[in-house]
């Protein structure tokens, strides 16, 4: 079954550091025609929102709250995305989910996982 396996996530003071970690399990890249990758978070009472996107062709894009602070990366070899996060704020806290959409339809979803920040 083609799905995506977060990890990483947990509890940082503000000011800390914490990567997650998003592999793709089951997955041929070879055979897809185009992909992106992406990170979104939620909080209580909000809606989804997006966090940091990377096209096949290394293109990232980044919410203005995050700018300078997070970075998305990935390792082909390993099929694996990463989200950098630094300078953790307390409004950072959330459920963070990776993305993946190939072949410009078909999208996959993590299964979420719990960032909080907090002294």
């Known amino acids: 079954q083609e799905q995506l396996v977060e990890s990483g996530g947990g509890l940082v003071q503000p000011g800390g550091s914490l990567r997650l970690s998003c592999k793709a399990s089951r997955m041929i890249f070879s055979t897809f025609i185009g992909y992106s990758l992406g990170w979104y978070r939620q909080s209580p009472g909000n809606q989804r929102e997006m966090v940091a996107t990377?096209?096949?062709?290394?293109?990232?894009h980044y919410a203005d709250s995050v700018k300078g602070r997070f970075t998305i990366s990935r390792d082909k070899s390993k099929k694996t995305m990463f989200l950098q996060m630094d300078s953790l704020k307390s409004e950072d806290t959330a459920v963070y989910y990776c993305?993946?959409?190939?072949?410009?339809?078909?999208?996959?979803w993590g299964q979420g996982i719990q960032v909080t920040v907090s002294s």
């Open positions: 993305n993946l959409i190939r072949d410009g339809s078909r999208e996959y």
């Open positions: 990377m096209t096949d062709s290394g293109v990232t």
